[in-house]
């Protein structure tokens, strides 16, 4: 899940709350609020600072080729009530509070131990994902797919993530067509044509003892008991060991039905973006190469970079630094070994500049056009990144 950047080079996420970060690079447009998701609304954000020539163009680019006319703008359908996680699964301690957690400051950097358990949630996130992708269908509400969602991370005794951060209703973030992120999920039924993102953390959690002659579980996890199974836990027989709660977050952007070739390139594209973003990862990369790499490569295709939302460090806690930025930019800081963190560049066939809902989550683009996203959840190693969310 992506967090907010805003103006003043204010740092805030709908999942983090607020931090102060150090930039001088291109002051960005805070998010407008909007009251009711209609087609008047979208347009009344104040257009962002241009600084040159490409900036002007920026936000105008494909507008010739938008097909907003013929696609309905998107609104809002009924939200559910939120679903019960078993007393028995580990929850994040965000949970339990009604403050909305900030973000953690230092980088997450793991042991031999940390990063298995990292493998573990990242695995399951993965195998939830690609379960909630043969579910996209025509037909099928946003709320079913959080359904499913929900039931098949908590019988793996993990704990969705979203629910309950910072007031999130639902277990997994659905965001349908031009909306940018942090989609609720909710009775719309999904239509022929529409590509929609689904954004999926899970929260993997297991107190244990291990004992020369015995192991005892609190979670039946097929999951965990992979990670007991290492060479690492199986040489550590007469320790004891509580392993903390650990969070894989992974996002896709699906077709439902036929799409037609400008959806899919974009798709195609943003796919590409954190491909090429993953390759260029290895201990000592200033995290500044991502953004660039992700915007010079979608600046080919006349595509849009959304700068609001980006990647964070992950872990132990949801969100940490470092701070991600999917565009171009002067920010400092160098990748570690044995670090954790997500990129997730969200692109747009239109403008960047998002708009955000009542709801005081979704985000949608000013002028209805497109947005696609893809994330995973990354491991520095000694010769690159190893992506620790996919099946």
């Keep these: 899940m992506a967090f907010t950047t805003s103006l003043q080079s204010r740092l805030m996420s709908s999942f983090l709350g607020e931090r102060v970060i150090q930039s001088a690079m291109n002051p960005l447009q805070p998010l407008h609020r909007s009251g009711c998701?209609?087609?008047?609304?979208?347009?009344?954000?104040?257009?962002?600072?241009?600084?040159?020539?490409?900036d002007i163009l920026f936000n105008k680019r494909n507008q010739g080729s938008l097909q907003t006319d013929k696609r309905k703008r998107l609104q809002k359908g009924k939200v559910s009530p939120r679903r019960p996680v078993p007393s028995h699964v580990p929850k994040p301690p965000y949970v339990?509070?009604?403050?909305l957690p900030g973000i953690s400051s230092g980088p997450e950097v793991h042991d031999a131990k940390g990063i298995e358990c990292m493998r573990a949630a990242g695995k399951l996130a993965a195998e939830v994902l690609s379960f909630a992708g043969t579910l996209v269908k025509p037909g099928i509400t946003t709320d079913e797919i959080d359904?499913?969602?929900?039931?098949?991370?908590?019988?793996?005794?993990?704990?969705p993530s979203p629910l309950g951060y910072g007031g999130f209703p639902k277990s997994v973030c659905t965001s349908v067509n031009e909306c940018i992120c942090h989609g609720i999920p909710d009775s719309r039924p999904l239509e022929d044509g529409d590509i929609i993102n689904i954004d999926v953390t899970v929260y993997l959690n297991v107190s244990f003892l291990v004992h020369s002659k015995?192991?005892?579980?609190?979670?039946?996890s097929y999951y965990f008991w992979k990670v007991l199974s290492t060479d690492f836990f199986q040489s550590s027989l007469r320790s004891t060991f509580i392993i903390q709660g650990y969070h894989g977050d992974t996002s896709a952007t699906f077709f439902c039905g036929n799409v037609d070739e400008d959806a899919k390139k974009l798709v195609e594209v943003t796919h590409d973006c954190l491909q090429k973003a993953i390759s260029i990862c290895r201990p000592?990369?200033?995290?500044?190469?991502?953004?660039?790499?992700?915007?010079?490569?979608?600046?080919?295709?006349?595509?849009?970079?959304?700068?609001?939302?980006?990647?964070?460090?992950?872990?132990?806690?949801?969100?940490?630094?470092?701070?991600?930025?999917?565009y171009r930019n002067n920010e400092r800081?160098?990748?570690l070994l044995?670090?954790?963190?997500?990129i997730e560049p969200m692109l747009t066939m239109g403008s960047i500049n998002p708009v955000l809902w009542s709801d005081d989550w979704t985000a949608v683009t000013e002028d209805g056009s497109l947005s696609a996203q893809f994330e995973?959840?990354?491991?520095?190693?000694?010769n690159g990144a190893e992506i620790m969310t996919q099946c």
């Design 96 to 99: 339990d509070s009604r403050q």
């Design 284 to 326: 000592g990369v200033e995290y500044s190469r991502i953004g660039k790499t992700i915007h010079d490569h979608a600046a080919k295709f006349k595509l849009g970079v959304v700068r609001q939302f980006v990647g964070h460090g992950i872990g132990r806690v949801f969100h940490s630094d470092p701070v991600i930025l999917h």
């Design 333 to 335: 800081g160098r990748m």
């Design 147 to 159: 359904q499913a969602v929900h039931q098949m991370i908590i019988d793996n005794g993990a704990y």
């Design 37 to 54: 998701p209609s087609p008047k609304d979208v347009s009344k954000q104040v257009p962002r600072a241009l600084s040159n020539l490409a």
């Design 376 to 382: 995973h959840t990354l491991l520095i190693t000694e």
């Design 214 to 220: 015995y192991m005892f579980s609190q979670i039946h």
């Design 338 to 342: 044995g670090q954790t963190f997500t």
